[in-house]
Protein backbone atom coordinates (compact mmCIF):
# COMPACT_ATOMS: atom_id res chain seq x y z
CA UNK A 1 0.00 0.00 0.00
CA UNK A 2 1.09 3.47 0.07
CA UNK A 3 1.26 2.72 -3.41
CA UNK A 4 1.93 -0.67 -3.51
CA UNK A 5 -0.78 -3.23 -2.59
CA UNK A 6 -1.66 -6.78 -3.39
CA UNK A 7 -5.45 -8.81 -2.98
CA UNK A 8 -5.53 -12.50 -3.78
CA UNK A 9 -8.39 -14.40 -4.41
CA UNK A 10 -9.63 -17.91 -5.68
CA UNK A 11 -8.35 -21.63 -4.33
CA UNK A 12 -5.12 -21.01 -2.69
CA UNK A 13 -5.21 -23.62 -0.29
CA UNK A 14 -5.03 -23.55 3.59
CA UNK A 15 -5.45 -19.61 4.82
CA UNK A 16 -2.52 -19.00 7.28
CA UNK A 17 -4.48 -15.92 8.48
CA UNK A 18 -6.83 -18.29 10.27
CA UNK A 19 -10.20 -17.82 7.31
CA UNK A 20 -12.80 -19.55 7.73
CA UNK A 21 -14.65 -22.14 5.96
CA UNK A 22 -16.88 -20.46 3.59
CA UNK A 23 -19.46 -20.78 0.56
CA UNK A 24 -17.56 -21.71 -2.13
CA UNK A 25 -16.33 -25.54 -2.16
CA UNK A 26 -13.50 -24.45 -4.25
CA UNK A 27 -11.35 -23.74 -1.61
CA UNK A 28 -10.43 -20.94 0.67
CA UNK A 29 -9.79 -17.46 -0.32
CA UNK A 30 -6.95 -14.68 1.28
CA UNK A 31 -6.97 -11.14 0.64
CA UNK A 32 -2.70 -10.11 1.34
CA UNK A 33 -1.44 -6.56 2.47
CA UNK A 34 1.60 -6.11 1.12
CA UNK A 35 3.30 -4.10 3.30
CA UNK A 36 1.60 -4.68 6.42
CA UNK A 37 2.29 -1.76 7.82
CA UNK A 38 2.21 1.90 6.50
CA UNK A 39 2.57 5.52 7.92
CA UNK A 40 0.07 7.55 8.27
CA UNK A 41 -1.05 10.33 5.78
CA UNK A 42 -2.07 9.62 2.14
CA UNK A 43 -2.26 6.03 1.21
CA UNK A 44 -2.77 4.25 -1.91
CA UNK A 45 -4.60 0.84 -2.13
CA UNK A 46 -3.46 -1.29 -5.13
CA UNK A 47 -5.40 -4.35 -5.65
CA UNK A 48 -4.09 -7.09 -7.73
CA UNK A 49 -6.85 -9.84 -7.88
CA UNK A 50 -5.37 -12.91 -8.99
CA UNK A 51 -8.34 -15.12 -8.56
CA UNK A 52 -10.83 -16.11 -10.84
CA UNK A 53 -13.84 -14.62 -9.32
CA UNK A 54 -14.55 -10.68 -8.86
CA UNK A 55 -13.44 -9.15 -5.94
CA UNK A 56 -13.87 -5.78 -3.94
CA UNK A 57 -11.35 -4.31 -0.74
CA UNK A 58 -13.18 -2.38 1.65
CA UNK A 59 -11.38 -0.42 4.16
CA UNK A 60 -12.82 -0.67 8.46
CA UNK A 61 -11.36 0.10 11.35
CA UNK A 62 -10.33 -2.35 13.51
CA UNK A 63 -11.42 -1.52 17.37
CA UNK A 64 -8.98 -1.94 19.91
CA UNK A 65 -8.77 -5.69 21.16
CA UNK A 66 -10.52 -6.90 17.96
CA UNK A 67 -8.45 -9.39 15.31
CA UNK A 68 -9.00 -9.31 11.73
CA UNK A 69 -11.74 -11.83 10.50
CA UNK A 70 -13.84 -11.86 14.07
CA UNK A 71 -16.90 -9.36 11.96
CA UNK A 72 -20.18 -10.81 12.23
CA UNK A 73 -21.15 -12.23 9.06
CA UNK A 74 -24.63 -11.29 8.34
CA UNK A 75 -27.43 -14.01 6.42
CA UNK A 76 -26.31 -12.69 2.98
CA UNK A 77 -22.76 -13.39 3.56
CA UNK A 78 -21.75 -10.34 4.45
CA UNK A 79 -20.41 -7.92 7.32
CA UNK A 80 -21.63 -4.62 8.05
CA UNK A 81 -19.72 -1.59 6.11
CA UNK A 82 -21.04 0.76 8.23
CA UNK A 83 -17.74 3.02 9.16
CA UNK A 84 -16.39 2.34 5.98
CA UNK A 85 -13.31 4.87 4.87
CA UNK A 86 -12.74 3.83 1.73
CA UNK A 87 -13.71 0.84 -1.13
CA UNK A 88 -11.74 -0.52 -4.04
CA UNK A 89 -14.15 -2.03 -6.40
CA UNK A 90 -13.67 -0.59 -10.04
CA UNK A 91 -12.30 -3.15 -12.85
CA UNK A 92 -9.16 -1.04 -13.67
CA UNK A 93 -10.48 2.23 -12.08
CA UNK A 94 -10.50 4.46 -8.70
CA UNK A 95 -13.19 4.05 -6.04
CA UNK A 96 -16.45 2.12 -6.19
CA UNK A 97 -17.80 0.13 -8.91
CA UNK A 98 -18.95 -3.75 -9.71
CA UNK A 99 -15.91 -5.10 -8.70
CA UNK A 100 -12.53 -6.23 -9.48
CA UNK A 101 -12.27 -8.71 -12.27
CA UNK A 102 -10.28 -11.55 -12.36
CA UNK A 103 -6.77 -10.67 -13.07
CA UNK A 104 -7.24 -6.87 -13.30
CA UNK A 105 -6.55 -3.97 -10.64
CA UNK A 106 -9.07 -1.37 -9.07
CA UNK A 107 -7.32 1.16 -6.26
CA UNK A 108 -8.76 3.72 -3.54
CA UNK A 109 -6.46 6.31 -2.24
CA UNK A 110 -7.36 7.85 1.41
CA UNK A 111 -6.11 9.27 4.52
CA UNK A 112 -5.26 7.10 7.17
CA UNK A 113 -4.63 7.99 10.51
CA UNK A 114 -2.41 5.56 12.88
CA UNK A 115 -4.62 2.83 13.96
CA UNK A 116 -5.17 -0.96 12.75
CA UNK A 117 -7.40 -1.96 9.94
CA UNK A 118 -9.34 -4.41 8.38
CA UNK A 119 -9.27 -4.66 4.37
CA UNK A 120 -11.96 -7.14 3.38
CA UNK A 121 -13.94 -8.42 0.27
CA UNK A 122 -17.53 -8.06 1.32
CA UNK A 123 -18.70 -10.12 -2.03
CA UNK A 124 -21.14 -12.83 -0.33
CA UNK A 125 -19.31 -15.25 1.59
CA UNK A 126 -15.92 -14.27 0.40
CA UNK A 127 -15.03 -12.76 4.33
CA UNK A 128 -16.09 -15.87 5.93
CA UNK A 129 -13.83 -18.28 2.97
CA UNK A 130 -10.79 -15.90 4.32
CA UNK A 131 -10.48 -12.68 2.48
CA UNK A 132 -9.74 -9.95 4.87
CA UNK A 133 -6.44 -8.58 6.58
CA UNK A 134 -5.32 -6.24 9.04
CA UNK A 135 -3.44 -3.10 7.58
CA UNK A 136 -1.59 -1.47 10.54
CA UNK A 137 -0.88 2.57 10.31
CA UNK A 138 2.17 4.19 12.36
CA UNK A 139 2.77 7.66 13.49
Not at 10 to 23: A, F, V, Y
Not at 54 to 62: A, F, R
Amino acid sequence: MSDRGRMMGGPNGPNPMGGRNGWYAMGMMRLVAHPKTVPAGKVTLRVFNTGSLSHEVIVLPLPRGRFAGERAIGPNGRVSERGSLAEASRTCGAGEGDGIAPRTTGWTTLRLQPGRYELVCNNPGHYGAGMYAELDVTR
